[in-house]
């Protein structure tokens, strides 16, 4: 950040009294403006024992496959944004109302608060979009794993499809720093 929103001057960083990060002040009007963490949340689109994936249409990752995910825009609840993200990258439909948590994660360099949910689709129609040059139903052998768009958090990939193949759901939190992915269970559905 170099300038100021609300008044257009440059801004500082500096260490506010009590405070613990420091921030942008501006020199014109003193407003601070806080950065803090993004929230992107993913839908795994469910039919059968399958998992609606797209290949990436566009940078970053193009050409890969991930679950269709954004952020949440303001006004909408969690589980609208995510049912909105799977419709506008897929075409496909589930209901908010049916969305349960999958996982909670922390993507602490990226700055990022991610929510996984799970959904089954409505119907199993989906097509392809300017985001995604190719959408498909994989099961958990079929998924091409190898061209994961996110190999660093391949390992939630393979926990959903256990709890898919098994039947029962567990809720989860998954850590991503340095590189290396850690979760763990904080919420079981027997
Ligand atoms: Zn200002």
Not at 172 to 187: A, D, F, H, P
Request: aromatic fraction near 10%; charged fraction near 25%.
């Amino acid at each position: 950040m170099n300038f100021c929103s609300h008044c257009g001057q440059p801004v500082k960083k500096v260490l506010l009294a009590g405070d613990s990060h420091p921030r942008f002040q501006c020199n014109g009007c003193s407003r601070v403006h806080y950065q803090n963490p993004k929230v992107l949340v993913s839908c795994y689109a469910t039919w059968g024992n399958k998992v609606l994936w797209m290949r990436r249409g566009i940078e970053p990752c193009v050409g890969k496959w991930t679950a269709p995910s954004g952020f949440v825009e303001e006004g909408e609840s969690l589980e609208q944004a995510a049912a909105r993200e799977l419709f506008e990258e897929t075409c496909a439909r589930v209901d908010p109302q049916q969305m349960q948590l999958h996982m909670v994660g922390n993507l602490v360099r990226m700055n990022q608060i991610y929510m996984v949910f799970r959904a089954p689709l409505l119907s199993p129609e989906f097509s392809t979009t300017e985001e995604a040059s190719e959408v498909r139903l994989f099961a958990a052998d079929e998924f091409p794993i190898e061209d994961f768009a996110f190999p660093e958090v391949a390992d939630n990939v393979q926990l959903f499809y256990r709890d898919l193949q098994r039947n029962r759901f567990g809720i989860y939190m998954g850590t991503l720093e340095n590189g290396k992915n850690t979760i763990r269970v904080v919420g079981r559905e027997d």
